[in-house]
């Protein structure tokens, strides 16, 4: 069965600088979620979208952007990177209430 | 305040040892959605099992039941026999239908020991 596609798995970037995380949901789930969960802490919900509409906003903040796009993939978007932004990100993607968990994205910032 | 208590934060058993990992919630909805999910050293979230809040019946899936009490706000998780490929951080969760984004407690980590 397919899975959710997150990319890339593995990021390193500096200090102040951008990065863009991919993620590609299951098949004809209409709702993806996104997550961030720092070393040795519970994922903290991020953002979502439903049918490529937010529909639901948690702890992102403000130099954190997200959107949904027309063939349901989505995109998260970091900018001006901090040491603290260093965490592994997921994407899940849901036909609700169940949630499907990607692999994750580690991103360590320099 | 946190939605979902993990008051064990971790747990050291020897092989073929039964374990129950405890789980607390909080929700002021009368429809809301329990679950856990197992993150393996490799670092992926796996989803293990749901439960709605109206079915209260408890479920087995081989070495792994769930005991729901609303009465106790808890929803906790027995691995019998446990092996040590069960060594892992185990989340419980919670999701309300207001948006279903749902609120991990803090983990609680398995090391089951041959």
């Known amino acids: 069965a397919a899975g959710v596609i997150q990319s890339p798995r593995h990021l390193i970037k500096e200090k102040r600088e951008t990065a863009t995380l991919k993620c590609y949901p299951i098949?004809?789930?209409?709702?993806v979620y996104w997550y961030q969960q720092g070393p040795g802490q519970d994922p903290q919900f991020l953002i979502s979208f439903y049918e490529k509409m937010q529909s639901d906003k948690g702890s992102i903040p403000d130099r954190f952007s997200a959107q949904q796009f027309s063939d349901y993939h989505s995109e998260l978007n970091m900018s001006s990177l901090e040491l603290g932004d260093s965490a592994l990100y997921f994407c899940?993607?849901?036909?609700?209430?169940?949630?499907?968990f990607g692999p994750g994205t580690r991103l360590t910032v320099l | 305040a946190q939605k979902v208590t993990q008051a064990q934060t971790e747990i050291s058993v020897v092989e073929k040892e039964d374990v129950t990992l405890d789980c607390v919630y909080e929700?002021?909805?009368?429809?809301?959605?329990l679950f856990w999910y197992k993150q393996p050293p490799s670092g992926e979230l796996v989803f293990l099992i749901r439960?709605?809040?109206?079915?209260?019946q408890n479920e087995i899936s081989g070495r792994y039941s769930w005991n729901f009490q609303k009465s106790t706000s808890s929803f906790n998780f027995t691995i019998t026999a446990s092996q040590v490929v069960d060594s892992a951080v185990y989340f419980c969760a919670l999701s309300e239908p207001s948006g279903y984004a749902l609120n991990f407690g803090k983990g609680t980590s398995l090391l089951v020991t041959p």
């Open positions: 439960r709605n809040s109206f079915d209260e």
């Open positions: 899940a993607s849901s036909p609700q209430p169940e949630q499907f």
């Open positions: 098949p004809r789930h209409d709702t």
């Open positions: 929700t002021r909805d009368t429809t809301y959605y």
